[in-house]
C-alpha cells in the first residue's frame, strides 16, 4: 500500500514539475516572439518535453498561453498585515519585484498586453488585478482607512491601469531595473487622496518593499513561488 502511495506521489510530483516547466518554456517563448509568432514547437524545445506531455497538461497553444497568464502569486499568500492600505501597497511593490524577476509574470503581463493575442481573453486578466485591489480596498474602507468619498471600483481600475502604463515605461527605458521606484512615485502620487491623513504617515513605500516583502513571504513558505532568473523580453 505504501509503495502504491509512493509510486502515485512521485507520478503527482513528476506531473507538477512537468507542468511547470513548460509554463517556464513557454514564458521565455512568449515573451521573445509574442504569442501569434510562438509555436508549439518551439515550446516543445525549450521545455525538452514531447508533444504528448505538453498536450496531457494542455490542449493548445491558447492553453498554454492561459496557464502562463494565471500564474501569479495568489494574493491570501502575501503575508497579512493588520493596515489595508499597506497589504495594498505590498500587493503593488511585489508585482513589480517580480516583473523584474519571475519569467511567469514577465509573460503574463506581456500577454495581457499583447494586442496580437486575439482569441485570448485578454481582459481577464485586467479583471483579476482590479479585482483583487477592490478586494483590499473594501477591507480597508471597512477599518476606517479610506476617505470618506472614495469610490473602490474605480480606485482599483484606475490603479491597475496605471500599474500596466508604469512597467510598460519601465520595460522601454531600462527593462524595469527602476519599476520599484516608479511604483514607489506611483503610490506617492494616489494614497494621499484616498487615505487617511494619520495612516498615510505609517506606510512603507519604500522601493526595496517588494524585495523585502517577496523574501518574507518565501521564508514562509515550504516551496519557491517564483525561479529568480530573469527572461530576455521582447
Not at 83 to 90: G, I, N, R, T
Amino acid at each position: 500500500m505504501h509503495t502504491v502511495e509512493g509510486t502515485q506521489m512521485a507520478q503527482q510530483d513528476r506531473a507538477i514539475r512537468t507542468r511547470r516547466s513548460i509554463l517556464e518554456a513557454a514564458a521565455r517563448v512568449f515573451g521573445e516572439r509574442g504569442y501569434a509568432s510562438a509555436t508549439v514547437e518551439e515550446i516543445l524545445n525549450r521545455a525538452g518535453v514531447t508533444r504528448g506531455a505538453l498536450y496531457f497538461h494542455f490542449s493548445s497553444k491558447e492553453e498554454v498561453a492561459l496557464g502562463v497568464l494565471e500564474a501569479q502569486l495568489p494574493l491570501d499568500r502575501l503575508p497579512e498585515r493588520s493596515s489595508k492600505l499597506q497589504k495594498l501597497v505590498d500587493h503593488g511593490m511585489v508585482m513589480a519585484y517580480r516583473l523584474r524577476h519571475d519569467p511567469l509574470v514577465q509573460a503574463g503581463v506581456s500577454l495581457a498586453l499583447d494586442q496580437g493575442a486575439r482569441e485570448l481573453d485578454r481582459d481577464a486578466a485586467f479583471r483579476a488585478w482590479t479585482d483583487q485591489l477592490e478586494q483590499i480596498l473594501i477591507e480597508a474602507r471597512a477599518q476606517g482607512e479610506l476617505l470618506p468619498h472614495i469610490d473602490v471600483t474605480d480606485t482599483a481600475e484606475f490603479l491597475t491601469g496605471a500599474f500596466a502604463g508604469v512597467q510598460a515605461m519601465s520595460q522601454a527605458s531600462c527593462n524595469r531595473a527602476d519599476l520599484g521606484r516608479r511604483v514607489s512615485v506611483l503610490l506617492r502620487h494616489v494614497l494621499p487622496s484616498i487615505s487617511t491623513p494619520a495612516l498615510l504617515a505609517a506606510l512603507d513605500l519604500s522601493p526595496d518593499r517588494g524585495e523585502r516583502v517577496f523574501e518574507e513571504y518565501e521564508a514562509n513558505s515550504p516551496e519557491p513561488a517564483a525561479p529568480a532568473t530573469p527572461v530576455t523580453q521582447r
